[in-house]
C-alpha cells in the first residue's frame, strides 16, 4: 500500500515534469491505479500536449473511468487523430450512464465521426433513456449511412420496444448495411410488432 502511494504521489508530481519521459510515465502509472485525483490535471493537460501524449491521456481517462472526464473526452471524439478518437470512445463506454446524455448530444454534431462514435458508444453503453431513444431514432434518418446503421444497431442492443416503428422504417434505407442492420434490431427486440416485422421480411 505504501508503495502505491508513493507511486502515485510521484506521477502526481511528474505530470508537470518538462522530461517527456518521466511525464509519460506519470500518465501511464494513474492510469494503471485509476487514481481519481487525477483526472483533473490529465483533462487541464491534454489540452497543450502533443498527439501521442494525448492518446496517452485518454486512454487513462477511460482506465479511471470518471464522470468528471465526460466534458474532455466528448471533445475528444472531435480531434483528427483516429487513435485518440478510437480510446475516447472506449473511455466514454466505460464511464457508462454518466456519458450517456453528452453522447446523445453528440449525434447531433455537424462532424459525421462524432456522431458515428457517439452512436457504437451508446448502444455498448446500454441505457436507453429518454435522450439516448430520441437521438438515434433521430440518427436513423441522419445523411450518413454509416450513422444509420450504427444508430439501428444500438437500438437493437438497447431493445427498446418503443422504437419499432422507427426501426420498421429503417427497412426500407438506401443502404443494404443499413437496412439489415434495421432488421437484425428488430430481431433482438421481443414484442409481437417486431416479430411480425421479421417475419415479413425474411419473406420478402
Do not use: C
Not at 501524449?53 to 487513462?60: D, F, G, L
Amino acid at each position: 500500500m505504501t508503495d502505491n502511494l508513493q507511486t502515485i504521489e510521484e506521477a502526481m508530481r511528474n505530470l508537470s515534469a518538462d522530461n517527456a519521459d518521466l511525464r509519460a510515465a506519470a500518465i501511464e502509472a494513474l492510469g494503471q491505479h485509476a487514481h481519481k485525483p487525477a483526472v483533473e490535471p490529465l483533462t487541464t493537460l491534454v489540452e497543450d500536449v502533443d498527439p501521442g501524449t494525448r492518446y496517452m491521456i485518454v486512454q487513462a481517462l477511460g482506465r479511471i473511468a470518471s464522470p468528471e472526464a465526460v466534458p474532455t473526452l466528448l471533445k475528444a471524439l472531435r480531434w483528427d487523430d483516429i487513435f485518440t478518437r478510437a480510446a475516447a470512445t472506449g473511455a466514454l463506454i466505460q464511464i457508462g450512464e454518466p456519458a450517456v446524455d453528452g453522447l446523445a448530444d453528440g449525434l447531433r454534431d455537424e462532424n459525421k465521426m462524432v456522431r458515428r462514435a457517439a452512436a457504437k458508444a451508446l448502444g455498448k453503453i446500454g441505457v436507453a433513456s429518454d435522450a439516448a431513444l430520441t437521438g438515434l431514432s433521430t440518427a436513423l434518418l441522419d445523411v450518413d449511412s454509416s450513422v444509420r446503421r450504427f444508430a439501428a444497431e444500438a437500438l437493437g442492443r438497447l431493445g427498446d420496444a418503443t422504437m419499432v416503428p422507427e426501426l420498421a422504417q429503417a427497412l426500407d434505407d438506401k443502404d443494404p448495411k443499413a437496412k439489415i442492420a434495421a432488421f437484425r434490431a428488430l430481431a433482438k427486440i421481443d414484442s409481437p410488432e417486431a416479430r411480425q416485422l421479421v417475419r415479413a421480411w425474411v419473406k420478402r
